[in-house]
């Protein structure tokens, strides 16, 4: 079966660094732009960053600029998010999906294809 799965997320303490990871089965995740986007309660799926298929090229939403980091291990079928200093806003439930390379050289990063489950991130005392 063609899907990522999301990890990696939970209850986390503001200020906290929690690592997220998309694994990739069935298919080569090498092959594909990824990104990681995140949907807030009461809140449209918003991008977060996305990276290209070597990683050398990375892209971030203004409201985690300089907070988030993506990567990818193209040998693990995985892309990962670390995040710092993590605050109320940041809770939302974390996505990975494709991104349609078109857009990620315009600077939208549009994802393409289906959704997984995702992986909540609650940033809460």
């Known amino acids: 079966q063609l899907q990522l799965v999301e990890s990696g997320g939970g209850l986390v303490q503001p200020g906290g660094s929690p690592r997220l990871s998309c694994a990739a089965s069935?298919?080569?995740?090498?092959?594909?732009?990824i990104g990681w986007f995140r949907q807030a309660p009461g809140k449209e799926r918003e991008g977060v960053s996305c990276?290209?298929?070597?990683?050398?090229?990375?892209k971030y939403a203004d409201s985690v600029k300089g907070r988030f980091t993506i990567s990818r291990d193209n040998a693990k079928n995985t892309v990962y998010l670390q995040m710092h200093s993590l605050n109320a806003e940041d809770t939302a439930v974390y996505y990975c999906?494709?991104?349609?390379?078109?857009?990620?050289?315009?600077?939208?990063?549009?994802?393409?294809?289906?959704w997984g489950q995702g992986t909540q991130v609650t940033v809460s005392s």
């Open positions: 999906a494709k991104v349609q390379p078109q857009t990620f050289y315009s600077g939208t990063c549009a994802p393409m294809g289906s």
């Open positions: 069935g298919f080569n995740l090498a092959n594909y732009i």
């Open positions: 990276i290209s298929t070597s990683g050398s090229t990375t």
